[in-house]
């Protein structure tokens, strides 16, 4: 089935408030997504913009709340395209903060993807979850497993408010090393509170 | 089963996770010159947790209870001082944020943050090599 585009899901006349079968509830006291908003989970474009390390980077709004035990969350997406290169045995990438307006932020889900060449290998590219034990390349373009380190970092900055959330990819290995990531992670902020995201 | 105790809080209500601080807990009563320390420790990972406070003694008439929030390693990981709680005739509520005043300094432009970050990013490369010292290509 060819997927819908929004005009198509939406259906009706949007400056009309409908009731639904068996509801009171009219549509401006409802929560309405978009065909690719519930596809996707997440609301609007997810516009990456390019930072200092030529990194590309961004934050979108995800159409999904979660309720903890009475509190209420709103969760978020963190996304972030970058090589790690030229080969070194350290990259550390600032990808940009995430300010909150209050609160702390808990990151609820990484779906981050390493991509490697391995022509002179077994061939072709891998890809692997970010980790120590992805694979990575060097100049062989023969890719091996990091057995370093290999993470995002959530840090502070020792003279900013506790809600400054500064985001770092960091690897480390003991021989040079070079690769490309896609960080992918979900997270939530209280209910409400505002969310700033500023590229590094 | 334990429960939190403290919660070392900004007055956003932020957890202050990474805070490095001590805390005690003291008890005074009608009559008595000094107040006594019934509860002391290391707060972790933003929070004090324990079974309950102490019980008063019974005997005797509680003026006040009063949590001292002593910040130890300021500013070098987060820019909040330290704070005394007193309340009165009762000992403290359990799991009550601590609103601890920010000294620091809020980033108003952008380049500002991004200046922070890439000090933060260089500190953290110098440390790393520590461990992983750059090798020849």
Known sequence: ?200 | MEETLIKVTDVKGTVLKPIDATFKVEYKYEGEAAAEEVLVGDVKKGEVKGDDFPAPDATKDLEYSEVVIDVTDKPKKLPYAGKRIRFIGKVPPKGFPTDLPFIGKIPETKEEKKLAMAEKKEALIKELQKRFPPKEL
């Open chain 1, 1 to 200: 089935m060819a997927a819908p585009d929004n005009e198509q899901f939406i259906g009706f006349n949007p400056l009309v408030d409908l009731t639904q079968r068996g509801s009171k509830l009219i549509n401006s006291k409802r929560q309405t997504y978009t065909y690719e908003e519930i596809m996707s989970g997440a609301i609007g474009t997810t516009t990456l913009e390019g930072g200092s390390q030529g990194q590309l980077a961004g934050i979108s709004k995800l159409a999904a709340t979660y309720n903890l035990g009475g509190v209420e969350y709103d969760s978020y997406n963190l996304k972030c395209v970058t090589s790690l290169g030229p080969q070194a045995t350290i990259h550390v990438v600032a990808i940009g903060s995430i300010e909150v307006g209050a609160g702390n932020i808990f990151f609820t889900s990484n779906r981050s993807n390493v991509e490697s060449v391995d022509f002179n290998g077994f061939g072709g590219y891998t890809n692997n979850p970010l980790n120590f034990g992805a694979m990575v390349d060097d100049e062989t373009e023969i890719a091996r497993p990091l057995t370093g380190i290999f993470y995002v970092n959530q840090e502070n900055i020792p003279t900013f408010p506790i809600e400054f959330n500064a985001m770092y990819i960091i690897a480390a290995d003991a021989a040079n090393f070079e690769c490309d990531v896609y960080v992918d992670m979900d997270f939530i902020v209280e209910k409400g509170t505002t969310v700033e995201f500023t590229i590094a």
